[in-house]
Nanobody, 127 residues
């Protein structure tokens, strides 16, 4: 059974860093675009950082550019989101997701193309 399992969330002070991991099982990430999405209380889920299926394209929303990095380890079949200089507005539940064959931009912007979601991990940025 294909699934994605996120880990690494928690409470961090403003200015701190976290690394989120998303382990895929039951299928290979090869050929899939991968993305991290965020849902804050009372808001819709939004694509934060995505990497295209070709692994050469990346997309980040403006508010995280220069602070978040998305990467994948094919050997471990795992996707990562490195988050630095965290701000209170980065608080939310972070979900990883995959979409076969799409670009980074399409994956982040068109959630109807997502084939599989993880269960989410909570990130709280607060002093």
């Amino acid at each position: 059974q294909a699934q994605l399992v996120e880990s690494g969330g928690g409470l961090v002070q403003p200015g701190g860093s976290l690394r989120l991991s998303c382990a895929a099982s039951g299928f290979s990430l090869d050929g899939y675009a991968v993305g991290w999405f965020r849902q804050a209380p009372g808001t819709e889920r939004e694509g934060v950082s995505c990497e295209g299926a070709n692994t050469f394209s990346e997309y980040h929303i403006d508010s995280v550019k220069g602070r978040f990095t998305i990467s994948r380890d094919n050997a471990k079949n795992t996707v990562y989101l490195d988050m630095n200089s965290l701000k209170p507005e980065d608080t939310g539940v972070y979900y990883c997701a995959v979409a076969r064959g799409y670009t980074a931009f399409s994956t982040c912007k068109y959630t109807t193309r997502i084939e599989l979601w993880g269960q989410g991990t909570l990130v709280t940025v607060s002093s």
